[in-house]
């Protein structure tokens, strides 16, 4: 007897034995139950997952005489070992990419008008049916919408995008699902050990991998593997005919990615190159690599990672030596240059190009961490007084005493005030200065009257911003925080003198001068005030008069 390829041996013949598609198994049960068909369905999803599968056992479902669990057929009847068989006349597989056409469609519409031979229903399961042409799809439109009762319609396809909306409209749509890798290594599990073959579960895990959630293809995979070691399979026999990147190799370049290794990425690129492996595929394990490294941060446990408990450590110590900011770069890097790997004729070159720019990132630090940086350093900055900027070189400068509620009832005031009042108040002004230099500007132009206790007494400045400077209250609340910070206490600032209303003038008019430059002199009041206050300096230029003289 010839030789049975395990996708076909194992292909299921009733809905239980369907993988990872329960979703859609129990819905088909209940309908078939219940008697609520509908004339049309559309299975759609990747390869390998069961879309052809479902749509020959829904056809000996409907067919079967001797129904068993209320919706499996029996695979015993006539009617099943004949769908099973492919013999049967009253199920007929087409092809969409081969039959295509408009005159497939109108042989197809005559045939449907006759009566089922041996069973209830004639199921005509059309695969890759997005194959079709555009005016074949308009002449099934009418017979899809209203087909004989007799008739039952199952379209199979990858790409549910290419089919028109007319024809999803009159479909009952399922979607099946990619099959996660412990389902496949499941499913394998049962299927080597049926067939007597002696294989690791890290060996399953790897066939699941290269899977890429097809059962077909991890079904394929394992005959394949099998035929070349025998019954029993070693981990390196896989990697050796399946041509997959050991992870170990995988491992070591992230490793000395994250260490800022150029020459070891660069000899790995060298092994890999002389190994014979693909260099687009090693850039693609790479990727994945530095996705589970972001993974292993951002969601440490879940089930998203699948591999063994040592590999997973190792990927542990990795992920939290390069941290989540350098690994994220590194992978918007990998993303952006793959268009460039995919398409130059020298993959090698570009390879080793991005792995040297990645190496070269050193360590990056997130927003969080440097403004913990920054608040570190001002606390450190504000244990020193501000005013030593302003000291000459060679002074010694004077420690300054860091305000506190209780310290400031327990001190004398006149103890506090050792020198002058006029030199405290140049000390202060320096302070300010470095604080908050337009204020110490404008302040520059008041008089100070004096200091008694926590009093300070201020004469409004003569000019018209000036003058009306602190009545802002917020400029007010900060000028006494700034007093707070200097003196060690609290103070209260008392402004003597009122606005006169002569000091707010503004003059209209502004002389020119032969190069056209407006002195200070001749300038408003309020614009030498701003002049002052920003430390600012004319300069020449064009007025809005001569560009617009100049534009005509």
């Known amino acids: 007897m010839a030789y049975e390829v395990l996708a076909r041996k194992w292909r299921p ?41 479902v749509a020959r056992i829904l056809a000996k479902a409907l067919n079967c005489h001797d129904r068993v669990d209320g919706g499996n057929p029996c695979n015993k009847c006539t009617s099943c070992r004949d769908i099973t068989d492919g013999s049967s ?24 008008r006759y009566m089922p031979s041996t069973g209830r229903f004639r199921v005509y399961i059309i695969d890759e049916v997005h194959m079709l042409t555009l005016q074949a799809f308009n002449a099934l439109l009418k017979t899809l919408e209203e087909p004989p009762p007799h008739v039952k319609f199952v ?26 890798i412990g389902r496949l290594i499941e499913q394998l599990t049962k299927i080597t050990s049926e067939e007597g073959i002696d294989i690791k579960k890290s ?99 879940s089930d998203l990672l699948d591999m063994t408990d040592d590999s997973l450590r190792a990927l542990e110590v990795q992920a939290k030596k390069a941290g989540i900011e350098k690994l994220q770069q590194s992978l918007n890097i990998l993303i952006n240059r793959e268009e460039a790997l995919r398409f130059t004729s020298h993959a090698r070159l570009v390879l080793e190009t991005i792995m040297i720019k990645i190496c070269q990132l050193g360590e990056l630090l997130s927003f969080k961490e440097i403004t913990s940086k920054i608040d570190g350093l001002e606390k450190r900055l504000a244990a020193f007084p501000s005013s030593y900027n302003s000291i000459a070189p060679g002074a010694v400068a004077e420690g300054r005493t860091t305000w506190d509620a209780k310290d400031a009832e327990a001190k004398d ?75 060690g206490r609290q103070m209260k600032i008392k402004i003597i003198g009122n606005v006169p209303a002569s000091k707010i003038e503004q003059q209209t008019s502004v002389k020119k001068d032969e190069t056209g430059q407006r002195k200070y002199d001749e300038m408003p009041r309020p614009v030498q005030d701003v002049l002052k206050i920003f430390n600012g300096e004319i300069k020449d230029g064009i007025s809005p008069s001569r560009k617009e003289t100049k534009s005509e």
């Open 203 to 301: 060996g399953l895990s790897i066939i699941a991998r290269e899977a890429d959630g097809s059962m077909r293809d991890a079904e394929s995979l394992l005959d394949q593997v099998v035929s070349y070691t025998g019954l029993k399979v070693e981990d390196k026999d896989i990697n050796d005919i399946l041509g997959i990147i050991d992870r170990d190799i995988i491992m070591e370049t992230s490793g000395a990615m994250i260490d800022g290794s150029p020459d070891k990425c660069l000899e790995i690129v060298e092994k890999i190159y002389n190994y014979g492996y693909d260099i687009k595929e090693f850039y693609r394990g790479i990727m994945d690599q530095y996705r589970n490294l972001i993974v292993c941060l951002v969601a440490p446990q």
């Open 413 to 487: 005031p006149e103890e506090e005030i050792d020198l002058p009042q006029e030199d405290q108040w140049k000390k202060f002004m320096n302070y300010l200065t470095s604080k908050n230099t337009p204020m110490s500007n404008v302040l520059g132009e008041w008089k100070f009257k004096g200091l008694a206790e926590n009093n300070i007494e201020l004469i409004r400045g003569e000019s018209g911003f000036s003058s009306v400077y602190l009545d802002d209250g917020d400029r007010m609340e900060k000028l006494t925080t700034y007093c707070r910070e200097f003196f």
């Open 89 to 112: 006349v009253d199920v007929q597989e087409i092809d969409g990419a081969s039959n295509r056409g408009i005159d497939e469609i109108r042989e197809l519409r005559e045939n449907i």
């Open 155 to 180: 379209f199979a396809t990858t790409e549910p995008h290419k089919v028109p909306i007319t024809i999803l409209s009159r479909c009952q749509r399922f979607d099946f699902k990619r099959l996660s």
């Open 13 to 53: 013949q009733v809905f239980q034995d369907v993988v990872g598609q329960e979703h859609i198994i129990q819905t088909l049960i209940n309908a078939i139950g219940t008697d609520r068909l509908a004339h049309a369905y559309l299975f759609s999803g990747a390869r390998g997952v069961g879309k052809t599968s």
